[in-house]
């Protein structure tokens, strides 16, 4: 893991002090709300429906125990006793009370951790595959660039003020876990024809009103390039981005209104210019970085009584079924934590969970855990004979539900409970699925199913890219839900298509119900639920949503 140096520590101490400054002049008076918002936002206090919510930057996801303790602890002196994990792989606090706000950031400080950017017109936290460094198809560790891409863009002066929020995603592997092509700039590790590894360039995702899919300008760029290239991709949006008009403000617009290859071109010009002058990587400095990423020393390990207990347990056979991946180290296995529990809100957890995991953590996984977009947790460095006791210490702690990638893995946003944008409740929803398909052994039969509820537009809970995707809306009061299919944030992105009219509440979980039922009559051999999708089309579902009700 990397390790503040003193510039870090420099800069994240004084941006405590200044906005304890701050806060203590609101709390005084002599400071107007007017004029505190943009200074609390620059330190990820928001004013929501009930409370300020704190939210707290961890860096393309990558945690240690004493960290997440830290997070225990914040959430049991300050909160309400939970946090809230969320699709950009930070942690949301929902109970912050304004003059505790300092002592929080005061507290993470110690941890080396912050909120800095994870609010404002600026670019935001980078993400990265929750696999990254452990995978087996791994290209390289894209947890170096964007820790690079963390430092060059904290505070940057020219991209503190950007036309709208900025966020960018990093993946290593084939198999995209980092939703990159719904991101501003999505940057995917490549080899070229020469064994080379550099960057496959996209730019333009993203969701909201106006979801679009990012464009490639750039089959290849060189890994000591990244910086001047993402340089010249900031200096064209920032200077004709629409600050005008905020819904066509994000880059995806403009890239949309102006073509990908005209915009590619306008990159590329700007690029030459940088080029050579500019802050193009010193292959030193890449491997300054690389050192804090260098794989563990793995002990050798016996898997025989894993084994065993796969056979004589079929709970545990079934857990490691979804909630393990192949490690690219024999003996080890990857392992997803599901913060989804039967009819409990996604993505939270505890502050005796967030314990238990920084313990299991030390236990099993050489200390680290990550955080995944689809907010869930994960132990990367496990022993396969470990894994049966690590299971039994999770069910005791209500973190052992084996449904990762299944229809009740679901991606939810705040919603109407917590967020002052939203205009329904998400999280209701997703508890009503969640119970409706309690039944394991029918998830597991299903199969994989991305399912991702938004409370709004705004499409925080990532709905368009959900192989069923449920948006909320409100119609005059009362709250109605519209669907998509066919979404997916992978390799083969694709935008859901609107199936038809909205269901109230009290329909929405029946035509769910319907849904899946379609597909388990329509689909051939072991398709998963969007190759169904993909090779019948609308119509079925359609006709079964509609003639139904």
Wanted: proline fraction near 4%; charge should be negative.
């Amino acid at each position: 893991m990397y390790r503040y140096d003193a510039y870090d520590t420099q800069l994240v101490g004084e941006r405590v002090s200044q906005f304890r400054d701050q806060v203590r002049r609101r709390l005084e008076g002599s400071l107007s709300e007017e004029a505190f918002r943009p200074l609390r936002l620059l330190n990820g206090l928001y004013l929501q429906l009930h409370a300020y919510m704190l939210r707290v930057a961890i860096p393309y996801g990558t945690l240690s125990s004493t960290q997440m303790r830290m997070l225990a602890h914040i959430a049991r002196r300050y909160d309400k006793g939970y946090g809230h994990f969320t699709t950009r792989q930070n942690i949301q606090f929902n109970w912050t009370r304004l003059e505790d706000a300092p002592d929080i950031l005061s507290d993470l400080a110690k941890v080396e951790m912050h909120a800095i950017q994870t609010s404002g017109n600026t670019i935001r936290n980078t993400t990265a595959d929750p696999f990254a460094g452990v995978a087996a198809e791994e290209i390289e560790d894209p947890r170096i660039y964007c820790e690079i891409i963390r430092q060059w863009s904290t505070l940057h002066p020219e991209f503190s003020f950007l036309p709208r929020k900025f966020k960018i995603a990093v993946t290593g592997a084939y198999e995209d876990r980092a939703a990159v092509r719904v991101h501003d700039i999505g940057l995917a590790m490549v080899r070229n024809d020469s064994g080379d590894i550099g960057f496959e360039v996209m730019v333009g995702g993203g969701q909201g009103r106006t979801p679009m899919i990012a464009k490639t300008i750039r089959d290849f760029l060189p890994k000591d390039q990244l910086l001047s290239y993402l340089e010249a991709i900031l200096r064209v949006y920032n200077l004709a981005g629409r600050r005008d008009n905020k819904y066509k403000a994000r880059i995806k617009i403009q890239v949309h209104e102006v073509g990908a290859e005209v915009f590619r071109d306008q990159v590329e010009a700007e690029w030459e210019q940088l080029r050579g002058t500019g802050p193009d990587l010193d292959p030193a400095e890449i491997n300054r970085i690389a050192a804090f990423f260098e794989p563990p020393d793995y002990e050798p390990v016996d898997v025989g009584g894993h084994t065993i207990n796969l056979f004589e347990d079929p709970a545990f056979a079934g857990w490691v079924r979804t909630n393990t991946a192949r490690h690219k180290q024999d003996g080890y296995a990857i392992v997803s934590i599901s913060l989804k529990p039967e009819g409990e809100p996604p993505g939270d957890a505890t502050d005796a969970q967030m314990d238990a995991v920084a313990d299991f953590a030390e236990r099993y996984s050489l200390d680290e855990i990550r955080v995944t977009h689809e907010q869930n947790l994960v132990l990367p460095h496990v022993r396969q004979s470990d894994l049966y006791e690590l299971w039994q210490g999770l069910q005791a702690h209500g973190l052992a539900t084996a449904n990762i990638g299944l229809i009740s893995d679901i991606i939810a946003c705040p919603g109407l409970d917590y967020c002052g944008l939203a205009t329904t409740r998400s999280i209701p929803v997703a508890q009503r699925i969640s119970r409706l398909f309690a039944n394991l052994d029918r998830q597991h039969d299903i199969g994989e199913l991305r399912l991702k509820i938004s409370g709004c537009i705004n499409a925080c809970g990532h709905h368009h890219v959900g192989h069923i995707g449920i948006l909320g809306v409100d119609r005059k009061g009362e709250e109605y839900y519209q669907i998509t299919l066919g979404g997916r944030a992978d390799e083969n992105a694709a935008i859901g298509k609107i199936i038809g009219p909205a269901f109230s509440s009290n329909d929405i979980v029946d035509a769910i119900e319907t849904i899946v039922t379609i597909y388990l009559e329509k689909r051939e051999d072991s398709e998963r639920f969007v190759d169904t999708y993909e090779r019948v089309g609308q119509s079925p579902f359609k006709e079964a949503l509609y003639d139904s009700h």
